[in-house]
């Protein structure tokens, strides 16, 4: 049995698909969390899910955008934390709308010519989990993927 210590303030990410917890800290840009402890905990049992990951992050309340968090995998449950107590438990939804996560690949997109433009895209199906580009429409399919374009 491994035993992680406690957190103060911050996250524990569960339910993580087995083998995803570096990709998820990698696409959350976690490595930039400086003077933030961080344990990635991988290929853990798990009665509903077989085997699972789990991140623990100990950073402030707010840190972390939920809604890249939910882009990447909203089967994730996040545990906020305060003085080493679940405070919160959160079920995360597919945004809506995200901002500079990915990348239009339509050639002719007005992204692709005006690179100060942010990548916005919008979900245009949620059952389907499909996003279209704001600007020109292009499709892009969400996470059933196991990694970011």
Do not use: W
């Amino acid at each position: 049995m491994i035993n992680v210590g406690a957190i103060k303030e911050g996250y524990v990410l569960d339910h993580i698909q087995a083998g995803m917890a570096l990709q998820i800290y990698n696409d959350l840009n976690l490595k930039s969390f400086q003077n933030c402890p961080i344990a990635i905990i991988t290929n853990v049992s798990s009665k509903t899910m077989g085997r699972k990951d789990i991140l623990k992050v100990e950073c402030p309340i707010g840190t972390i955008d939920l809604d890249v968090l939910g882009f990447l995998d909203h089967n994730i449950t996040v545990n906020v934390i305060e003085n080493e107590t679940i405070v919160e438990k959160k079920k995360l939804q597919l945004p809506k709308q995200i901002k500079n996560v990915i990348q239009c690949k339509n050639p002719r997109c007005i992204t692709s010519i005006e690179q100060e433009l942010d990548q916005i895209f919008y979900l245009s199906n949620e059952e389907k989990e499909i996003y279209r580009c704001k600007y020109c429409d292009e499709k892009y399919r969400s996470h059933k993927r196991n990694k970011l374009n």
